[in-house]
């Protein structure tokens, strides 16, 4: 069996957005970027890069749907992905107003 490579990852997930419709339809772009190095061989570095634009989507104050494609720009970035997120906000008394995270982050 061989032993597990040990990886080192910095990323940066960001959007800019603006709302068209009184807080209910929002579009913008949004941006992936990841570095990933192998233990051993730190000058080999995967650059990946993906911007896209975005469409978010409150259907009800405490819901919204967002759409996301994302186009790689770099060799290690994937040609094209895209993300659909849909989320519900439970918490009594919500604040709409508040932010929501990119799609892209993946919840994390």
Known sequence: MKP???????????????SLTAEKLSVGVE?????????????KVAAEFSPGPFISWRLTPHSHLDVVPLFGCTGAAPTAEAMVGF????????????????????GR
């Open 31 to 43: 941006m992936h970027s990841e570095d990933t190095t192998l233990q051993g061989d730190r000058h």
């Open 4 to 18: 597990a490579l040990n990886k080192r990852n910095a990323e940066i997930v960001d959007d800019l957005s603006y």
């Open 87 to 106: 989320g519900i906000e439970f918490a009594a008394g919500a604040n709409e107003h508040e932010g929501v995270e990119p799609a892209s982050a993946g």
